[in-house]
């Protein structure tokens, strides 16, 4: 599965929207892009998925660009409940396990 | 709630014993998935089952074995504690075994050994 690179850390303010840069340049054309989130030692919550095209469903955002190296979750307007860890998975569709980075530990401020 | 339940939530236990988590999937789910956090080494795969059968393995120890059962339920089998083996424990369910069928975590089992 192709490895990705996402910020360690970043902000966002309450009612803005909060883009999740991941890259994965090393990815092969049919692996997926999987977002998944973790809020404070609950068990990871699934966001969203992409394979080519650009994905929105109730709760986010997916772009990937044309090139397929790299993605943004894009959380329109950013709550304080969206504070927690975002994960950039990339693997293929018959992959049997989630394999986590570190992720990015997204804090949603007042 | 995912509709993915563990028990118990939390368990504390000595070195050398052993222990087992549960896991009831969500309605209707055949594959159940077991994952380790630790603070050290992040949330790390373990091991998957799709109806009754093994489908995948990841870093899991000699000492820890799993099973599913006939309806569906999953345990986690855990022997020979460790102080390295404090973590938590979470399992997911899906309908499949492909990745876009979305996993569904449960709430997790809290394990300190001391």
């Known amino acids: ?110 | 709630d995912s509709g993915v339940t563990q028990t118990p939530k939390h368990l504390i236990t000595a070195t050398g014993q052993r222990v087992t988590l549960r896991c009831s999937p969500r309605s209707g789910d055949l594959s159940v998935y077991w994952y380790q956090q630790s603070l050290d080494q992040g949330l790390q795969f373990l091991i998957q089952y799709y109806n009754g059968e093994e489908r995948a393995k990841g870093n899991i120890l000699e000492r820890f074995s799993a099973q599913q059962f006939p309806d569906l339920h999953s345990e986690l089998n855990l022997s020979s504690l460790e102080l390295g083996d404090s973590a938590l424990y979470f399992c997911a369910s899906s309908p499949g075994t492909v990745l876009t069928d979305t996993q569904y975590f449960g709430p997790g089992t809290r394990l300190t050994v001391l």
């Open chain 1, 1 to 110: 599965d192709a490895k990705t690179t996402q910020p360690p850390s970043m902000d966002c303010a309450e009612g803005r929207a909060a883009n999740l840069p991941c890259n994965h340049s090393t990815i092969s054309g049919n692996e997926y892009v999987y977002w998944y989130r973790q809020i404070h030692s609950q068990g990871p919550q699934y966001i969203i998925h992409g394979l080519k095209n650009n994905e929105t469903n109730e709760m986010a955002s997916l772009i990937i660009t044309e090139d397929r190296k790299s993605s943004t979750l894009i959380l329109p307007h950013a709550t304080l409940r969206d504070t927690a860890v975002y994960y950039c998975i990339v693997s293929h569709n018959a992959g049997n396990m989630l394999t986590f980075g570190g992720g990015t530990r997204l804090m949603v401020k007042p």
